[in-house]
C-alpha cells in the first residue's frame, strides 16, 4: 500500500501484467492503426468528391496544413480514448472513475481551478513577453481563421489533454505504482516517458530536445499536483489550459503546429532560452496549489 491513496487505485479489478500489456497495446497500435486508416478514408473521400489534380501536391498540401494536423489529432486521440475505455472498462474491470479520483465523482471545480491558475501565468508571462518584445513575438490576428481555430481547439484538446493525463497521470502511475509503494517512483517514470514521446513535436533536433525538456516539466508539474491532491482533475484543467493557450494566444513558429491562426507568433529563436520561464512559472503554480498543503507535497517524495 502507497501512502498516496489514489495510487492504491490500481488494486482494484484485474491488474495482473497481462491486462496492462493488453490494454497498452489495444490502445496505442490499435489506435494508431485505426486513425491511420480513417484519416486515409477521409482523403480518399475528399479527392474523389473535388476530383483535385496534382495527387501529390495536394498530398504535400493536406499534410503541412496546420488546421488539417489538428483535426488529425483530434480523430486520433478521440480513437484513442475509445479504445482505452473499452479496454480498462472490459479487461481491467474497473470503474473508469478510479483513474481520475479517489472519490465517486468529477470535481469539475477542480477542473476550472487549475486551467484558470495555469492560463493566468501564461497570460502574465506573455504579457510581460510584449512589454519587453524583442522582435520575436508578432501580431496576425485574422478574425474568421482565428475562430476556425477557436472551435477546433474547443473539441480537440479537452480530449486530447484529458487523455494524456488519464492514461499518464492515472493508468501508468496507477500501475507503476503497484510495483514500487515510494511515490516518487512512478513520477519520475511517468515524466519521462511523457517527455520523450513529444520527441518528433519540433521541426529540428533542438526543438525536439527542447520540447522533451518543456514536456518533462510540465509533467513533473502536473503529476505532483496529481499526487498531492490524490486526483486528476486540476493537473486536467491545467493541461487543457496550456494546450488552447499555445494554440490559440502564443504559437510558436517552429513546432510540430507552426503556421495556425494563433493571436501571437513566437519566431524561431534559441530553442532552449523558454526553459527557465518554464521552470519558475511551473515552481509558482505549485507553490500557489500547496501553499497551505505542505504536507500533501511532502508524502510525494516519502
Not at 491486462?19 to 486513425?35: E, K
Not at 471545480?109 to 513575438?137: E, M, Q
Not at 493537473?235 to 503556421?259: E, K, P, Q
Amino acid at each position: 500500500m502507497s501512502n498516496i491513496r489514489f495510487l492504491d487505485n490500481a488494486l482494484q479489478g484485474k491488474h495482473n501484467k497481462t491486462s496492462y500489456l493488453l490494454t497498452i497495446g489495444i490502445t496505442l497500435i490499435g489506435g494508431t492503426l485505426a486513425s491511420i486508416l480513417f484519416i486515409v478514408l477521409l482523403m480518399v473521400i475528399y479527392f474523389l468528391t473535388f476530383r483535385t489534380t496534382g495527387f501529390e501536391s495536394q498530398i504535400n498540401l493536406l499534410l503541412f496544413n496546420p488546421m488539417l494536423i489538428l483535426i488529425m489529432v483530434g480523430v486520433s486521440y478521440g480513437i484513442f480514448a475509445l479504445l482505452f475505455y473499452l479496454c480498462f472498462r472490459f479487461i481491467h474491470k474497473r470503474n473508469f472513475i478510479s483513474l481520475i479520483n479517489t472519490r465517486k465523482n468529477i470535481n469539475w471545480v477542480r477542473i476550472l481551478k487549475g486551467a484558470g491558475l495555469w492560463a493566468g501565468i501564461l497570460g502574465i508571462y506573455t504579457l510581460i513577453s510584449l512589454v519587453f518584445n524583442d522582435g520575436t513575438l508578432s501580431f496576425n490576428f485574422k478574425l474568421v481563421p482565428f475562430l476556425y481555430l477557436l472551435i477546433l481547439s474547443l473539441l480537440v484538446f479537452p480530449i486530447q489533454a484529458s487523455f494524456e493525463e488519464i492514461f499518464f497521470r492515472g493508468y501508468l502511475m496507477q500501475g507503476f505504482g503497484l510495483i514500487t509503494k515510494k511515490p516518487v517512483v512512478p513520477l519520475i517514470l511517468t515524466t519521462l516517458i511523457f517527455g520523450l514521446i513529444h520527441f518528433y513535436n519540433g521541426t529540428d533536433l533542438n526543438m525536439s530536445i527542447s520540447i522533451v525538456l518543456s514536456a518533462m516539466i510540465l509533467g513533473l508539474m502536473f503529476g505532483i499536483i496529481v499526487l498531492g491532491e490524490n486526483g486528476l482533475e486540476t493537473a486536467m484543467g491545467a493541461h487543457i489550459a496550456n494546450n488552447m493557450f499555445v494554440a490559440l494566444i502564443l504559437n510558436s513558429s517552429d513546432s510540430g503546429l507552426g503556421g495556425l491562426p494563433s493571436l501571437f507568433t513566437a519566431q524561431s529563436s534559441n530553442s532552449f532560452s523558454g526553459i527557465p520561464v518554464l521552470i519558475f512559472m511551473a515552481v509558482t503554480m505549485l507553490i500557489i496549489i500547496f501553499w497551505n498543503k505542505k504536507e500533501d507535497f511532502l508524502r510525494i517524495f516519502l
